[in-house]
């Protein structure tokens, strides 16, 4: 009988799942001689329990023979349990794959050195790294692969900034001899900083052959021409994998075609670049492009805006038309971002010739249309056709793309007061600042608290006084999980100003959230009086404590309805939440419920002058009905609403009946729904009007 090569084992909180009974058998055989282990044993935990206080355990797991890779990347382990877990693998002894869980508050990176320099059989480590703790890792890695071990493969995720030392740390790391293959993934918007180290890194002399750069957010014009930079420059790769899934670059079609000019020219070098504008758009890869057709009955206004990567074939072009049903649609925009081929034109014109009555469509090119290709769109007679326009857009350099230099970012109390006594001194009616709430070193006493007593202070009596204040936009970068003072300090703020308009504030959560966090901003918004514009944008970058998990409560404790003033200024609320977490199956209906971005729905029935309200919710695997009734039902309490705009990823739509909405808000006049469709060669929108006759 022909013996299992390989064991996949996945383990999470139910300890009688199917992975966890197989553990069991394979301790149990141990005591056989005669029973051969598999080949290789690969296991997965989700929970640190099964870790630390299960009857199996992480030393157990160290004795397993064959054990190849283990990853607890999704565990949530505080710094007691990771020193535990640092001790004990040394002791595994043919672990070549690890995949680390982010530990937010460790400080002791030796610890962590001391595995990497040791370890005989570890080929490839992971892990997740939350802005300027990346520094504590990178020197560790570093110090692994200078040893004597058999390290040659890192793979990164990065999600926040990060200071000037702990990028001088990776640039060390990416120019080791020793690293020959990196994956890295930036969560969020690469900054400047970051790719002229990149850049820098690449373009030096490195050792690496393979290299995988993904980016889950926004690409700018010039991080794009960094990275190109340094790849175009690179001598050593022989495997490249760059893959962009955020907002693109306008240059990204030329930098996509330049990448495979020069890098085609390396003949030593295999690449795929995503998404590419050289590559063929077949008609398999329309295959989910399709609109939702069911909502068309109280819509009456049905736009799609339809982005082509590549050069679409003939039956690509043919697919275009077939699938979408244009007599439903209102108007219909195509930007192709790739050659304009005759293929198109010809099937554009059969389609105009069939199409009865033809819906107004738009394409957008950012190629230059060859004679031939005018002459052609001439003799189609696209040119006389009302229902058919033609743009050759140009690529417009960015005139002032400030980069990381040009913010204003404040680590400590004294930026913070020069910054405000310069403003008020000229009587700006701007501000805008980052604030870097990083986490305290443990050997400062309270004193040296970045969030402490100075901070506080500043914030309460400084900015209140700057009575031209008109404009706040304000970036949070939170890194310190042990302090709710930053909150308290908003509520603080947002009470006393009386000379704020506009607030623009951005939170970038780098820890385990609370809820309370969300109840404290709830509470300050609701105090204010003179705000007329909120927009609100939340990055959550890590996951909730296990106790979050299955906390659906939506009231907040110790808030009433007596803490919301009636505002009668509110004009526009934008909430915009960003979820870049990445759970397994098993979490993503509990956590819908419990994101705290959504638990501000108490706040807005007190804007008795709210015209619109807009929500925007970005990556994540799908949203209940019942979080879209909690905040649909809280903003229809608003009886002076008279526009709503709601902007969903296709994974996240449940088909929400909003007939429902102007039976409970005879007010509104205007309803837009967007929905976002991602896809490897194209992504489209639908956007959806209703509007009151």
Known sequence: METLKEWHLLFYDDFECEGWNLLRVLFFCRRFSKLAAPDEIHLEITFSDI???ASITVRDLASLPNLKSLDISECDVDVESAHKLFQILPDFASLTKLALPEVPEMTDWGIAAK???TSK???????ILLGDRGEGWFRAFDAGLCADTAISSIDLTIRGPMRETALQALENLLLNKSLSSLSLTVDGDMSYSLAVTLSRALAGQTALKVLELRVNGKLSFCCANLIERGIVNNNSLCNLVVSLRGELPVNWQAIAENLNIRLTEKSTVTFQIHPNTFSQVTASQFWGFRVCGKMYGFFEQKSVTLNVWGELTVDGAKAIYSVLPCTWVYHLTLNIHGKLT???????????DKQKPLCPITINTWNQLTKEGKALFKELELDKNRAVTLNVCDVHVPSDESGDNKIVSIDNAESLIELLEGEENTGKENIAATINVRRRDPSCDDSDDFLGRRLYDTLLLDLPRNCSLNSLTLTINNFNSNDDQLSFTLISFLESSISLKSLNLTLN??????????????????????LISVTLTLNIYTRA???CYFDFDFDFDGISDDDFVR????????????????????????????????????????????????LTLNNRDKVSVSSFLEVFDAVMKVNSLRTLRVKVNYSLFTEYDFSQLIVKSPSLELIELTICHDGVACGWLETLKWEKQ
């Open 51 to 53: 870790l630390f206080h």
């Open 115 to 117: 595995v990497l320099t």
């Open 121 to 127: 059989t570890l080929e490839k480590v992971e892990c």
């Open 342 to 352: 005759d293929d198109f034109l010809h099937c554009t014109a059969r389609h105009v």
């Open 509 to 530: 959560e780098y820890n385990h959230w609370k809820d309370t966090y969300a109840s404290l901003l709830c509470q300050g918004l609701g105090s204010n009086t003179s």
């Open 545 to 547: 404590s296990n106790d």
């Open 567 to 614: 505002n009668i200024s509110m004009d526009s609320f934008t909430l915009t939440i960003n979820d870049f977490i990445r759970r397994g199956d098993w979490f993503e209906d509990d956590i819908i419920d419990s994101d705290w971005g959504l638990k501000l729905a108490g706040l807005w029935p007190s804007y008795k002058s709210l015209n619109t309200f807009n």
